[in-house]
């Protein structure tokens, strides 16, 4: 093994035994309570079976999870005994637990090496998971859809593009508000961070508080949000006094769009957003194509089907182009990477689809209360842990080959070692690295991104270099 590359994994090693090592998880079980007499089954056996052993607590039935517990650790358990385990306690310690790998920060000095956003710190990309629990949980996790009868759960979440940290994570019921998170997460903003927010989280005293903190933000801008420019004449009264209702002008927004060409990108760059905020802001207008417009239209007319809805003429009018507003200049962000850069968002939307594809979080029946969140929490701690993995093998693959992994393979091929992952940790740190090098040879061959014509990859719209795998088309 490549000495540095096997110093690099003898790091990471170190880090994921120093929270998840058999003597940390038994400190923690006692801290919480979680353990106060010997017994068979002990802290590490609850991780084993809410993490390490890929088992989905919330749809498994107790007698299957009682088969592949004494199978992988020889605690034998009746399943009504191992359904008392599930416990306040057990949901307190695993927890504790997620929080504990939240609070490291593993490879927190781990960052891509980026050119187009190089006077940048983090890329802060914040959304949210819902799905839906059977109505027995309506009274502590209420759905979305308006109904006390329904039942839902909501997971927010904030990470950094650079480096993988989880930033912010929170569980809650499915009809918490979105805008309300997003003022909560303001707390951890630093200067030199950029936020990418959907509109969901738009709110114009957010942006207010990112600009004061010397960050910055890219903000799609919600379609009855007034724009305005400073009027250069504006009237005044007879001693000179400013009329205050002369000294903006509001822009027509539908006008401004019909004297757009289909695919045509304008900017203003001082431009002031808000009938009361007027808060000064760069904003990007693009036109989208007929088709664009057309399956826009469409899939509005879905969600207002479903949710019962109906929106203005006018709204609909404008929804044939995309409006953005930012406090980055344009010589950090040119006006033609707005877009390019707003659209790293949807990186979290794959982060999402692996939690329910490969983890499955959202597959949960009828079960007591503290069972569901014993679930929730370890598929938590099992996705920070594979996210966290791939980061680091992400970086390294760079580093080392010059190569872009996929996230999508990434996240299905570690998780794939996490039983591998559960003996090497009781075995110790070079056991753990002998299985981290295994894993990084199998990423190398086997993880590549496919790189298509045409379509940027997050390395591509970050300026990052590395040995791409497309191909030029040979001349006939």
């Known amino acids: 093994m490549n000495r ?84 306040q306690a057990a949901v307190a310690y695993l927890r504790e637990v997620f929080r504990t790998l939240l609070a490291q920060k593993l490879c927190a000095n781990q960052s891509l090496p980026d050119t187009l956003m190089s006077r940048f710190k983090r890329i802060r990309i914040l959304d949210a998971t819902v799905f839906q629990l059977p109505d027995a949980f309506a009274r502590e996790y209420q759905g979305s859809g308006g109904s ?21 994570v929170h569980v809650g019921p499915g009809k918490n508000n979105d805008k309300t998170y997003g003022t ?15 509109l969901g989280y738009f709110d114009l005293g957010d942006l207010q508080v990112i600009h004061e903190k010397k960050a910055y933000y890219i903000s799609r801008l919600k379609l009855n949000t007034r724009i305005y420019i400073k009027n250069p004449a504006p009237e005044t009264f007879k001693n000179g006094t400013l009329k205050k209702h002369t000294e903006y002008i509001q822009l027509d927004m539908a006008q401004m769009m019909a004297e757009l060409t289909p695919g045509e990108t304008i900017e203003i760059q001082e431009a002031y957003i808000g009938q009361n905020q007027k808060l000064p802001a760069r904003v990007i207008m693009h036109r989208l194509t007929d088709d664009q417009t057309q ?30 507003i930012t406090n980055t200049s344009p010589k950090e962000v040119p006006t033609k990477d707005v877009h390019a850069l707003y659209s790293l968002r949807w990186q979290i939307e794959i982060l999402f689809k692996t939690w329910k594809s490969f983890f499955e979080i959202h597959a949960c029946k009828t079960m007591k209360r503290e069972r569901l969140e014993c679930h929730l929490y370890g598929q938590l701690i099992a996705i920070l842990l594979c996210s966290s993995t791939m980061f680091q093998m992400r970086q390294l693959l760079l580093e080392k080959k010059k190569q872009e992994l996929s996230e999508y393979k990434a996240i299905y091929m570690i998780k794939d070692y996490f039983p591998l992952f559960f003996r090497a940790m009781a075995a110790g740190a070079e056991e753990l690295v002998k299985i981290l090098h295994r894993l990084y040879q199998l990423l190398s061959k086997n993880g590549r ?26 001349a006939a």
Request: with cysteine.
């Open 148 to 168: 006390s009868n329904t039942a839902g759960v909501k997971i927010q979440l904030e990470y950094d593009l650079l480096s993988g940290q989880f930033l912010n």
């Open 4 to 87: 540095i590359l096997s110093n690099e994994l003898n790091l990471f090693a170190q880090e994921l035994r120093a929270c998840l090592s058999p003597t940390v998880l038994k400190d923690i079980a006692k801290r919480v309570g979680f353990v106060k007499r010997a017994s068979k089954y002990q802290a590490s056996e609850l991780i084993a079976l809410c993490v390490w052993l890929s088992q989905e607590i919330g749809s498994t039935s107790l007698t299957q999870l009682c088969s592949r517990l004494e199978a992988s650790t020889g605690v034998l358990m009746s399943a009504e005994g191992l359904n008392q385990r599930f416990n």
């Open 449 to 474: 991104k496919c790189h298509r014509a045409k379509k940027m990859t997050v390395f591509d719209i970050l300026g990052v270099v590395y040995e791409t795998t497309v191909k030029p088309r040979q």
């Open 184 to 198: 909560i997460c303001l707390q951890t903003v630093e200067a030199g961070d950029v936020c990418l927010r959907d």
């Open 295 to 324: 399956t826009r239209l469409k899939n509005q007319a879905i969600r207002e089907k479903k949710k019962g809805i109906v929106m203005k003429e006018k709204s609909k009018r404008l929804m044939g182009m995309n409006v953005y």
